[in-house]
């Protein structure tokens, strides 16, 4: 089975912090994913990568950054933590160019919050 | 553009009785759809996925899904709910914006009760 982790199941942090979300998967997917859920807004997606060193912006990436340095790691940073990115943050990977039409592996979750 | 509606945004059913989560589609092109699960403090886990063979589809846990492009929706069933199965389900369409990224819908709850 195709796993992706999340190295932080919770995470606390202070007012313009630099955060770092990582996440792993471990079947050689080509593509990586990074959303943020919150309650009534579902799903929304801050940034994808097809590739390493390649990113996209997804729907909503302002106050946000990525690295992949590795075809298994994805990491989502947050330059300047701030209250309203206080959220449930999901990783996911997918595997070839038809990413659509195969679906996507999802990690558990990261919870943060930023006080 | 490519866009998924769910239609209620929380179910409540007994222990025993029907379940019946709806989502509608919108697609200029034959899509790929899927449901997708979460439970409480999890992740998503796909519960089935249609793309373009046959229009019933089978998933785990005992549920299926009917893809009906007349109507554009795909409807989620099971004919028997469990208390494992509250949680939250979204239905996803994949879309060509976005380099073909999944569009998720907003998440219908269901509750069971005992």
């Known amino acids: 089975d195709v796993k992706v982790t999340q190295s932080s199941r919770y995470l606390v942090k202070r007012t313009g912090e630099k955060v770092f979300l990582e996440c792993v998967q471990d079947?050689?997917?080509?593509?990586m994913f990074w959303y943020r859920q919150d309650p009534g807004l579902g799903l929304r997606l801050i940034y994808f990568?097809?590739?390493?060193?390649?990113?996209e912006k997804g729907d909503i990436p302002e106050g946000y950054s990525v690295s992949r340095e590795k075809k298994e790691r994805f990491s989502l940073i947050l330059e300047s933590a701030s209250t309203n990115q206080t959220s449930m943050y999901l990783c996911?990977?997918?595997?070839?160019?038809?990413?659509?039409?195969?679906?996507?592996?999802f990690g558990s979750g990261t919870r943060l919050t930023v006080v | 553009a490519q866009s998924v509606t769910q239609l209620d945004s929380h179910v409540s059913v007994s222990e025993g009785t029907p379940v019946l989560l709806r989502c509608n589609y919108s697609?200029?092109?034959?899509?790929?759809l899927f449901w997708y699960v979460q439970h409480p403090n999890k992740g998503l886990q796909l519960l089935l996925k249609?793309?373009?063979?046959?229009?019933l589809v089978k998933g785990i846990n005992g549920f299926e899904a009917e893809f009906k492009k007349s109507e554009t929706s795909f409807h989620l069933t099971k004919p028997s709910a469990h208390m494992s199965d509250a949680a939250e389900y979204f239905c996803?369409?994949?879309?060509?914006?976005?380099?073909?990224?999944?569009?998720f819908g907003k998440g219908t709850k269901l509750s069971v009760k005992p």
């Open positions: 996911a990977s997918s595997l070839g160019a038809g990413a659509n039409s195969y679906g996507y592996t």
């Open positions: 079947m050689d997917h080509e593509n």
């Open positions: 990568s097809y590739d390493v060193k390649m990113k």
């Open positions: 697609s200029s092109y034959s899509p790929s």
């Open positions: 249609y793309t373009s063979a046959a229009t």
């Open positions: 996803v369409v994949s879309g060509w914006g976005s380099q073909g990224n999944l569009i």
